[in-house]
């Protein structure tokens, strides 16, 4: 296991381990900003009620995502310092950005919302809440400029052997933004939607606060269903843009070895990386070139081919990303996917007809979904940046010319331990404290108590 190995498995660990608070700080801080303000408009104290329970869950899992998120910026500089040297001119914009005009913005709108309840206006007081989630989301909109710039480079220069931007504008009009932005939005609220609607289907087996629960399950739902349905969209228009942008991406979750017109799209294959060809293969003929395409015509270019033009173009070198896990991470994904609009749309149904809270066995199968959307962003992640590889700036720098070239194997080797073990215990304190509160339910719930949340958090982190 040397540096480059270490290192990337340090990041790869703590970025999974971030990943799993982010999209439902995206999604939640939304729904309940659209809670409390169905109480502003209606007056219904149930909807103020909403807010703040919902809110004690968003406070514990905002406080880990903080805490999950800081160590990863010391990667650049402590294991990737040849990257951040090469990309540091273009890659520190967008970060200070989103330090500037979102983190700051949502941490001091945060401490408003849960201290200014008898102390602001109630329309000023759900304000503060609207900011906190616009501001959540226009941080991972940075983020996410600051990676698509990794997936497909524009608006820059080379100059002394690094890359030096010039035109800011064309970072953010990348139109790897226009389609990974809005996936990762439909991707939260999806999350968030069916955490809701898991806690309150726990709380409708048992009977207790049914028309909190109920109320509650009704908004989440909606966002479920719709939101799902959005994933699917989005990342149909991704997966068009890849065959344009990165069509070795494309090929690799596909393992699709050779060019073919029409594509199939393959249901299973058996990958034989080292042959570079499947053993076996059950597909649907002609689906790929119509998910690309939109027409059960047209040509899907193939590893074998990419690689042959990638060596004339870049060099000597293996240009393929691993295959196994990208292939079978996209159909966890996708699988994931269609599992969460069919249970969405079957719970949709149920509460329409009045006959949701009856189905016990549907209340359970929303609960056990709770970990569906997390496993279905997991394995999105690992396509996104897999995918990617051996580019760590795609067409510009390889991961090997990245890494850190004076760090031992030894260190990081110690400091992977570590950060994994810690993290281990931070995921174990979140779900202790989460379970805690979203079992008590509503009745305990009292915004004089909100900063006992923040101190339990701050305390277990």
Not at 166 to 172: G, K, P, Q, S
Not at 264 to 288: H, M, Q
């Amino acid at each position: 296991m040397n540096e480059l190995l270490l290192a990337r498995l340090q990041f790869g660990v703590t970025t999974v381990y971030h990943f799993l608070f982010v999209p439902l700080t995206l999604g939640l801080s939304l729904l309940i900003a659209i809670m409390e303000t169905m109480y502003v408009r209606t007056g219904n104290e149930m909807y103020k009620k909403m807010a703040q329970f919902w809110g004690k869950l968003f406070l514990v899992n905002f406080a880990m995502g903080v805490v999950t998120g800081i160590v990863q910026e010391f990667h650049f500089g402590m294991n990737w310092s040849e990257y951040s040297r090469f990309m540091g001119d273009i890659f520190g914009a967008p970060l200070a950005m989103e330090a500037l005009t979102a983190f700051f913005l949502e941490s001091t709108f945060l401490g408003l919302w849960i201290f200014g309840w008898d102390k602001l206006s109630k329309k000023l007081h759900a304000a503060t809440i609207w900011i906190v989630a616009i501001a959540s989301n226009l941080s991972a909109f940075w983020i996410l400029v600051a990676n698509s710039f990794m997936q497909s480079p524009t608006g820059y220069v080379l100059r002394n052997g690094r890359a030096e931007m010039v035109d800011f504008a064309a970072l953010l009009t990348n139109p790897y933004v226009a389609v990974q932005f809005p996936h990762t939005i439909a991707s939260g609220l999806a999350t968030a939607g069916f955490f809701v609607m898991a806690i309150s289907a726990y709380h409708l087996i048992r009977e207790s606060n049914r028309k909190f629960f109920r109320e509650s399950f009704k908004i989440a739902v909606i966002c479920a269903f719709v939101s799902a349905l959005a994933v699917g969209g989005t990342g149909h228009m991704q997966a068009q843009y890849l065959a344009k942008a990165q069509p070795m991406k494309l090929a690799a979750t596909e393992a699709l070895w050779d060019s073919a017109n029409p594509a199939p799209f393959a249901i299973y294959a058996a990958v034989d990386e080292s042959n570079k060809k499947n053993t076996a293969e059950v597909a649907v003929p002609g689906a790929l070139s119509f998910l690309v395409y939109n027409d059960f015509a047209g040509e899907v270019r193939g590893l074998n081919d990419l690689q042959a033009e990638y060596a004339a173009k870049y060099g000597p070198g293996e240009y393929i990303p691993p295959v196994t896990p990208l292939f079978w991470s996209f159909r966890i994904m996708a699988a994931a996917g269609g599992w969460l609009v069919g249970i969405a749309s079957i719970c949709a149904l149920l509460l329409v007809t009045n006959r949701l809270e009856s189905q016990k066995f549907v209340l359970k199968a929303a609960l056990w979904t709770l970990p569906v959307p997390y496993i279905a962003n997991s394995a999105g992640w690992l396509v996104t940046e897999l995918g990617r590889q051996p580019w760590i700036v795609f067409g510009l720098l390889r991961v090997d010319q990245g890494v850190s070239p004076n760090v031992p194997a030894a260190s990081i080797l110690t400091s992977l331990i570590g950060f994994t073990l810690l993290y281990a215990v931070l995921i174990v304190a979140a779900v202790y404290l989460m379970s805690k509160f979203a079992r008590k339910g509503p009745i305990d719930v009292d915004h004089t108590k909100s900063s006992t949340v923040v101190k339990e958090a701050t305390l277990w982190s």
